[in-house]
């Protein structure tokens, strides 16, 4: 199918984008020309039209000490373009605002306690944190592009079917969310396949850590998400990932969902707290610290969860054709204790591990990973498709 001038205006548009937030050092329109391939006048055009849209900027020219006017440097203009990215966690409520080049321009997180929660009271509070933050970042030449709501649970089509930590179900969250439309247009997704933009992005179109890997989250519950080329893979109804709900043995505890031996019941923090004979609210890294002491609870709890996690991840591995495990949230911080079980696990159960060798490892982002990355996959459909932000 051709391309009509419209699509290659779009196309070119983007690789210019894409090319100036790759590159360590910001480049000028001559080494976009040579780096893209396309001709000097074409960058020169295109460059002109981000600067107006007030998406790039012009940096101050740097002295070559030689003859000949400098080329001058473009960069992601500070605050040009913004998102959002909205996280309800059983024990947190959060935001987050990013800009094209990846900076954080503000954040909250606001504590509480919302297990079995209603879900107007918390929505209409996150909505409150959200609105007065991009109330703080509106200026006449900010463009705002929208928000991503982070749940934990089960999400499709603009619906959050089921979230039993929350005891949420069957709700739309927009409209409790953001009853008076300052929000704008707001994507609704799972937690942790969320969360696994962080992941997968160094900052909006640039990829980072492994092209493909599995991610799992924890935090009461246990999520997953799943990157192939270096983008999150949601699935045909936005279900992809549920590892937390994958049986490691059909004789083992009650799960919140009501199933038994689910990965959850032996490493979810309610569980691993509650093995570990310790306050339910108890942050990972105190569950950590009680493990490597004296403690034998502890450390049997999470030799129970390693196991549990490496036969859980291996049945994905076993399908997917995945080499890399990330783990996330407090199995991040718990990842010195369960590196060791989760690998004999996969030594154990994967069927290539004699060819190919599984490479566990712990998010460098855990703590806000699901708003970061909600505001990251907003972003990363501008770089897609920037041209929709400029005039025709």
Not at 100 to 116: I, N, P, R, T, Y
Not at 155 to 179: E, I, M, Q, T
Not at 200 to 216: K, T
Not at 344 to 356: G, Q
Request: net charge neutral; charged share 20%; aromatic share 2%.
């Amino acid at each position: 199918m051709r391309m009509g001038s419209a699509d290659v205006r779009a196309s070119n548009i983007s690789a210019v984008l894409h090319e100036i937030a790759r590159q360590p050092i910001a480049p000028s329109r001559a080494d976009l020309a040579h780096s893209t391939g396309l001709t000097r006048a074409t960058v020169s055009r295109l460059v002109d039209d981000l600067l107006h849209a007030g998406i790039l900027t012009e940096l101050e020219t740097p002295s070559t000490g030689g003859p000949g006017r400098p080329a001058t440097p473009v960069a992601m203009r500070p605050g040009g373009v913004i998102a959002l990215g909205l996280e309800v966690n059983v024990f947190h409520l959060a935001a987050v605002a990013l800009d094209l080049s990846g900076k954080v321009l503000a954040q909250d997180v606001q504590a509480g306690d919302f297990l079995a929660s209603e879900p107007e009271p918390v929505l209409t509070r996150l909505g409150r944190m959200a609105a007065e933050m991009l109330g703080r970042l509106r200026a006449p030449t900010t463009r705002y592009v929208g928000a991503a709501l982070a749940l934990p649970g089960l999400v499709s089509d603009g619906r959050l079917l089921r979230a039993p930590n929350l005891g949420w179900r069957n709700l739309d969250p927009r409209p409790l969310l953001d009853p008076t439309g300052q929000l704008g247009a707001v994507r609704l997704g799972n937690e942790a396949t969320i969360a696994s933009w962080s992941v997968a992005r160094l900052r909006p179109g640039v990829a980072a850590g492994p092209e493909n890997f599995i991610y799992v989250s924890g935090e009461v519950g246990i999520g997953g998400g799943i990157v192939l080329d270096s983008r999150p893979v949601e699935g045909n109804h936005g279900w992809a990932g549920e590892i937390g709900h994958v049986c490691v043995d059909p004789n083992g505890p009650r799960c919140s969902c009501g199933a038994r031996g689910c990965l959850e019941a032996y490493a979810g923090h309610r569980a691993l707290a509650s093995g570990a004979r310790l306050p339910a609210m108890t942050p990972a890294a105190e569950i950590l610290a009680a493990a490597q002491g004296a403690s034998t609870a502890a450390r049997q709890t999470l030799d129970g969860a390693a196991a549990a996690l490496g036969r859980a991840v291996a049945a994905v591995v076993n399908v997917l054709d995945v080499s890399d495990v990330v783990l996330g949230g407090d199995l991040a911080t718990l990842f010195p204790a369960l590196d060791a079980g989760m690998r004999r696990e996969l030594d154990e159960h994967v069927l290539a591990r004699p060819w190919e060798t599984v490479t566990c490892s712990a998010a460098q982002i855990s703590r806000m990973a699901a708003s970061r990355g909600g505001a990251l996959s907003v972003l990363d459909r501008v770089m897609e498709d920037p041209a929709r932000l400029l005039p025709v």
